[in-house]
């Protein structure tokens, strides 16, 4: 029912930008809240930015990536966005997209569909 495909990872250097898609299909975007999580290696998944169904006025992000991240999505399009600006060493991780139903943005438990994941790796 759900698929959610992430693209747009890759190598950039400290300080670069970065923009991640996450193609999902369907009518995704009108009845599932999204997020995108991250995994380092050896670490656990955790919470970076999420986005319910009314888009602007309702998205959260987690507090190491506040105003260097930015995410969006594109109805027409069906895909959604991670903008990923001032990148550090320690945003290296695979990232993932994610639809849930989530009580509050950051409980990854609560999202149903995963995305395979794209690799962010940061250099210094």
């Known amino acids: 029912q759900v698929q959610l495909v992430e693209s747009g990872g890759g190598l950039v250097q400290t300080g670069g930008s970065l923009r991640l898609s996450c193609a999902a299909s369907g009518r995704t975007f009108s009845v599932y809240t999204m997020g995108w999580f991250r995994q380092a290696p050896g670490k656990e998944r955790e919470f970076v930015a999420g986005?319910?169904?009314?888009?602007?006025?309702?998205?959260a992000y987690t507090d190491s990536v506040k105003g260097r991240f930015t995410i969006s999505r594109d109805n027409a399009k069906n895909t959604m966005y991670l903008q990923m600006n001032s990148l550090k060493p320690e945003d290296t991780a695979v990232y993932y997209c994610a639809a849930g139903r989530p009580q509050f943005y950051e409980l990854k438990g609560q999202y149903d569909y995963w995305g395979q994941g794209t690799q962010v790796t940061v250099s210094s």
């Open positions: 986005m319910r169904w009314s888009g602007g006025s309702g998205t």
